[in-house]
């Protein structure tokens, strides 16, 4: 539902760190997203496309790296990725555990492509 | 090439989000922000939360809505400044609502601050308002499975209220299930079960605000000495 004022911060920074690097193209961004970010994958992919379309970010693709929920167990420090909501540590059976990750919504990196060097 | 970037994709809000902590725990001001369903009673909430407060405490209301001030003025009823923030479509509050509303309503510090966020149980959990914690609420009119299917909320909310207990004899939700489903995506969530229309349970709210707010002020004189 808000994945256009998601998409659209996306963008502003990626505005921003290309200013870094003048005349280089940027062709992709990289975000992390978390099961738990209450962002959708789809939809972020639909708003980024309808924000982007016919304008100088047309051609910048979005990849997604979807993250899921993991633990980390307070007993035996075993890490672990949640499935089916089981919060039990698949190692020692303990079921206090502190999460780690599927919190994402990150900008992992840009790729960019340099002017060729004229000969 | 490629160029790691590695920030927050909502780093402006948290940034903005990180300031507004700083003024709350340098003025000494607990905020809290009420996440729900639309029609869940966070309106109703507080309001009788406003009633059952002291006049001679410092308290402020921001609340969010897409469109009209009903919810501010059923709220400052009670003597207490009131502000609507209207988003216009936005479905959630941002860090630079908050900001810009409370600078416009010079409240100051010590005291309250009750942000009732947009109806929505999707969007406002991405945005950080710089609270002390977020509040869900859970109406015994919804489903059960609300904590599952809006994972989100319930992972970081501190405190889950479950609201309108005077309608349970009517309906065949099972208070029970619905912690059991909100403690699978967060073992530690609080619980609290009331009624705003009867006032059912409402007194275990306002020890658990009160304790927030002792809680709150300890920690922000520890970090401030």
């Known amino acids: ?119 | 090439m490629r160029e790691v970037v590695e920030k927050k994709v909502l780093s402006e809000n948290d940034r903005l989000a990180a300031e507004l902590r700083q003024r709350y725990r340098d003025q000494n001001i607990l905020c809290v922000n009420f996440i729900s369903s639309p029609g869940s009673g966070k309106t109703a909430l507080l309001e009788k939360t406003l009633a059952a407060l002291a006049p001679t405490q410092a308290v402020a209301v921001l609340t969010g809505d897409i469109q009209t001030d009903n919810d501010a003025r059923r709220l400052s009823r009670y003597g207490f400044p009131v502000r609507q923030i209207v988003t216009g479509g936005t479905c959630h509050l941002d860090a630079r609502m908050i900001d810009r509303h409370l600078g416009e309503m010079n409240f100051r510090g010590p005291g309250l601050l009750l942000v009732e966020n947009v109806g929505n149980l999707v969007c406002p959990s991405s945005y950080d308002l710089g609270e002390a914690a977020k509040i869900v609420l859970l109406s015994v009119t919804e489903g059960e499975d609300k904590p599952l299917k809006y994972p989100g909320i319930f992972h970081r909310a501190t405190l889950m209220i479950l609201t309108k207990t005077d309608l349970l004899p009517h309906v065949d939700f099972q208070p029970g299930f619905a912690l059991e489903n909100a403690r699978k995506i967060h073992p530690e969530i609080d619980y609290i079960a009331l009624s705003s229309r009867t006032g059912e349970g409402f007194d275990k709210w306002l020890t658990w605000l009160d304790a927030l707010q002792r809680k709150f002020q300890q920690t922000a004189a520890a970090i401030n000495s």
Not at chain 1, 33 to 61: M, P, Q, Y
Not at chain 1, 65 to 74: F, S
């Open chain 1, 1 to 119: 539902m808000h994945e256009i004022g998601i998409a659209s911060s996306i963008l502003e920074s990626v505005a921003a760190e290309a200013q870094r690097h003048p005349g280089a193209q940027v062709i992709a961004v990289g975000v992390r997203i978390g099961e738990l970010s209450a962002v959708d994958k789809d939809a972020l992919d639909f708003a980024f496309e309808c924000i982007t379309r016919e304008t100088e970010w047309e051609h910048l693709k979005l990849e997604v790296e979807w993250c899921p929920r993991r633990q980390k167990c307070l007993a035996c420090e075993e890490e672990f990725i949640v499935k089916d909501l089981n919060l039990v540590c698949p190692r020692c059976g303990a079921d206090n555990s502190t999460c780690i990750g599927g919190t994402e919504l990150d900008i992992a990196y840009l790729e960019l492509e340099e002017p060729c060097a004229k000969s």
